[in-house]
């Protein structure tokens, strides 16, 4: 009979070549764990700062926007839109916003970085409809003392075209602003403070 000598060599080769099967399984098995854990595009996307490029948005047009799942206003007021607003802190809730609802850059009677470009969330305060941007003053369904601004066809509540909610309606804030800057004069991006800081 012939007896076998253990060949150390051969052992340690073994030895290294299951080691490294095991790490390869564990690392294979581990790593959908892993990336299971981390946001998917869409939650990332639905959180990031949202660029927009304004460029061509006219005097007195509305362009909406996603941001966190939500939509974004951003209307650029004419001349004549801006010498309203300075005529209706009588008809107001709160017509200095002295409600914490926008950064401190746009704590201001325009409620705006530039006054002409106001950006808000275009959700109701009172349930979370959507209002309607009506900018036609003295719009027959609202009256001829209607000034324009946005209706929210769900319960009536009106807010004036810098975001500011009427008295006596069912909406008790005015429409929040969002954190924005402006990038250039025809770039601005949603949610970041950058350097028009809170």
């Known amino acids: ?15 290294a070549a299951t ?6 399984g564990v690392v294979a098995t581990a790593a959908p764990f892993v990336e299971s854990m981390e946001p998917s595009e869409a939650a990332k996307a639905a959180g990031a700062p949202v660029e927009v490029d304004i460029g061509s948005l006219a005097p007195g047009k509305l362009e909406t926007v996603e941001w966190r799942g939500k939509p974004v206003w951003i209307l650029h007021r004419t001349d004549d839109m801006l010498a309203r607003l300075k005529t209706l802190d009588a008809r107001l809730a709160d017509p200095h916003s002295k409600q914490d609802q926008q950064p401190k850059y746009a704590d201001n009677e325009s409620r705006a970085i530039r006054p002409p470009y106001f950006v808000a969330i275009g959700i109701c305060t009172h349930l979370g409809c959507v209002p309607t941007y009506r900018p036609e003053p003295g719009a027959p369904d609202l009256g001829a003392d209607w000034p324009g601004g946005f209706y929210c066809p769900c ?31 025809t770039r601005l991006v949603i949610g970041t403070h950058g350097k028009d800081k809170a």
């Open 1 to 15: 009979m012939i007896e076998h000598q253990p060949d150390p060599q051969r052992r340690q080769i073994l030895l």
């Open 155 to 185: 319960h009536g509540s009106r807010y004036d075209l810098a975001g500011r909610v009427y008295k006596n309606v069912p909406a008790p804030l005015n429409l929040e602003v969002p954190p924005y800057e402006f990038l250039s004069d």
């Open 19 to 24: 080691t490294g099967v095991g790490v390869l």
